[in-house]
């Protein structure tokens, strides 16, 4: 009504002005020209108003080129048939571009709002894309609706064994009357492309996926005009996709995991197999021999087989010990607590831990004596340190030396522990702290090695492998002296 209004007073403001302005000519210029003239502001009221502005025009402009510009001037009285002809024409041609005028605009805003409408679809549907968990996909798809639509209040049900339970809201919540009339509804076993109805002062969109009901939008506010029905009507049925789409998602990625932790478990189980294996049967061949044949053993044989069960239980006591770290590291609650200490507090406690396992192998020890103390988790580093020897005792000839050396390197301190055995091939070395890797030499990166590189990166710190000055393997891990403790910004 306002445009209307709008179209008439500057269809009328125009008309006048324009007869204003030529009636000091109307004697030189033709009543044809004064009618192609007055098309000027019918047009202008059309834009504004629309066609019964154009139209309404169009007849105050007959009435005005009659009075001013056909003869006798001053008065209605058409006169002559040339007259009659001249004013028809006028009124039928201004009539028909009124009619165009107004279709083009007509046109135009439609295409404006089909612009409009696909811009918001685009700004809708964008949200839907990303790679979200099923949580945030509920909350942004209740945020765009609110910031594209501009509701008071809008909220997202999700169809859980038969029945409704909200699962994320923006803006207004709903009151409990209201969430008493929300249940049940019996739009959510329509198609979506009719599932567009009202609660009262609620608005309700359902969303169904693959035929299947799954949610209810429910909207709180403003009226919903017929473009905003298309527009989440098509929305509604994307989220859909993208809900289904989700929980699919989280689903695979759920048997993914399971199928994740089977494999380690079963990897695990192989990986330890044997190494269990091999220190149970050695102590209960030991242990039976000492029972079942004690007479027959000399004091020397009982000592070598009471020694081998010490040295394959503490094997045992190792191994048991990384399996509890794996746990804790898979588990997540590694921590550290770090102290102060000297390297060479830190070897001894390693080689103790070693026990008898080490018992008639040589040990070559070298420390630099200007190292100052370390700061780290002791408890941890220890078993990095035992982790270590025990590689190195197991891939090393029974004659061979372990050598542990310790020096300063850049700001660091380094250990390193060497043995004389095969070494590491070159292709093998990048997967060498993989967990539970095979070699084609038979040998295994191991769940001990994993540890001690979990263990070691846990203090911001690094452990390598490196070829030993002796032959064999060489490896190696910092650690941050205590005086840089307090600047250690890694």
């Not at 605009?105 to 839907?128: D, P």
């Not at 009982?302 to 069960?309: A, K």
Request: charged share 20%; net charge negative; proline share 3%.
């Amino acid at each position: 009504m306002r445009g209307r209004l709008a179209g008439l007073i500057v269809g009328v403001s125009v008309t006048l002005i324009l007869t204003f302005a030529l009636l000091p000519l109307r004697d030189h210029v033709a009543v044809a020209t004064v009618t192609l003239i007055f098309i000027i502001p019918v047009i202008l009221a059309v834009v504004w108003g629309g066609l019964i502005s154009g139209l309404m025009i169009v007849v105050f402009g007959a009435l005005l080129l009659d009075y001013c510009f056909i003869p006798p001037f001053g008065t209605l009285s058409i006169g002559s048939t040339q007259n009659w002809v001249g004013l028809g024409v006028y009124l039928v041609v201004v009539a028909l571009v009124a009619r165009v005028v107004s279709n083009l605009k007509t046109a135009r805003v439609e295409a404006h709002r089909n612009a409009e409408n696909m811009r918001r679809v685009y700004e809708l549907s964008e949200q839907l894309v990303q790679e979200r968990s099923v949580d945030d996909l509920l909350i942004t798809i209740v945020r765009a609706v609110q910031n594209v639509f501009g509701f008071d209040g809008v909220s997202l049900f999700v169809l859980v064994d038969q029945s409704l339970k909200m699962a994320a809201s923006v803006g207004e919540s709903l009151t409990a009357d209201e969430l008493v009339r929300l249940h049940p509804h019996p739009g959510l076993s329509e198609s979506i492309s009719t599932a567009l109805g009202s609660t009262g002062d609620l608005r309700t969109v359902a969303l169904s996926s693959l035929g299947r009901p799954t949610g209810l939008l429910v909207l709180k506010g403003q009226p919903i005009s017929d473009a905003d029905r298309t527009v989440l009507i098509t929305f509604a049925n994307d989220a859909a996709l993208a809900m289904e789409r989700a929980h699919l998602r989280e689903q695979a990625l759920r048997t993914q995991l399971l199928e994740e932790v089977d494999r380690l478990r079963d990897a695990l189980m192989g990986a330890v197999s044997h190494d269990l294996r091999t220190p149970l049967a050695t102590i209960k061949v030991a242990s039976s021999t000492l029972v079942n044949q004690a007479k027959l053993l000399s004091a020397e044989d009982s000592q070598e087989l009471h020694e081998l069960i010490e040295i394959e239980a503490d094997r045992l006591t190792r191994l048991v010990t990384n399996l509890l770290d794996m746990t804790r590291i898979e588990a997540g609650v590694l921590k550290i607590n770090r102290t102060s200490t000297t390297v060479q507090d830190l070897i001894d406690e390693a080689l103790s831990a070693m026990g008898s396992s080490l018992k008639n192998r040589r040990v070559n020890v070298c420390i630099d004596d200007s190292l100052s103390e370390v700061s780290i988790d002791r408890l941890l580093m220890v078993q990095v340190l035992v982790n270590l020897l025990d590689n190195a005792l197991r891939h090393s000839p029974r004659e061979g030396v372990i050598t542990i050396r310790s020096k300063m390197k850049d700001d660091r301190v380094v250990v390193s522990v060497a043995d004389e055995g095969a070494g590491v091939p070159l292709e093998d070395r990048d997967t060498i702290f993989n967990r539970f890797v095979k070699f084609d030499t038979g040998g295994r990166a191991g769940l001990g090695l994993t540890i001690a590189k979990t263990f070691v990166e846990a203090h911001h710190e690094e452990i390598w492998y490196e070829d030993s000055p002796g032959g064999g393997a060489q490896f190696a891990f910092s650690m941050l002296p205590s005086e840089m403790k307090k600047v250690d910004i890694r």
